[in-house]
């Protein structure tokens, strides 16, 4: 069985391209995903300068590749459900290059940098508009269970 799920963001926008003869869409972009390790190991790693997250390379066929392109950029999260496609070539020096890519069956478009401004709200959470003059602030209560 080959199947992977990944959440991440977006490293840089997709490019979007469509094939000659077909004029089937696709587009291309990499995605950062998280290691997964404690703060205390992701911190000793930011300071020896290594990388915690994986840079993961998704491939996005028809329409789902359109609407990537449309509404996916630097920073958006997203989580894509697809299939691993390994493959090989030869560069103009004879050299043979490997290449892992994740090609996307669906991609869910969760979130975004910019995703509380899009939804109407600022970055500190304000109600967006809503006059909260009326609004009684709630005390601290140390009897509420959580």
Known sequence: MNHVVLI????????????AGSGRAV???????DKGMSKDKKA????QGKPTA????????GKTAELCADYLNKGSQVAV????????????????RYTTDVVA?????IGGRNSNKQLGLSD??????????????IEDDDDIPF
């Not at 299939?83 to 043979?96: A, C, H, L, M």
């Open 8 to 19: 991440g963001r977006l490293v840089r926008d997709p490019e979007l391209r469509f094939i």
């Open 27 to 33: 587009a291309n972009f990499t995605m950062a995903v």
């Open 44 to 47: 000793e790693l930011q300071a």
């Open 54 to 61: 994986d840079f993961i390379r998704i491939v996005v066929w």
């Open 81 to 96: 459900n697809g299939s691993i496609n390994t493959g090989q070539y030869k560069t103009p020096n004879g050299e043979t």
């Open 105 to 109: 069956r669906n991609v869910e478009f």
């Open 124 to 137: 500190d959470l304000s109600m967006g508009g809503i006059d909260t003059s009326d609004f009684q602030s």
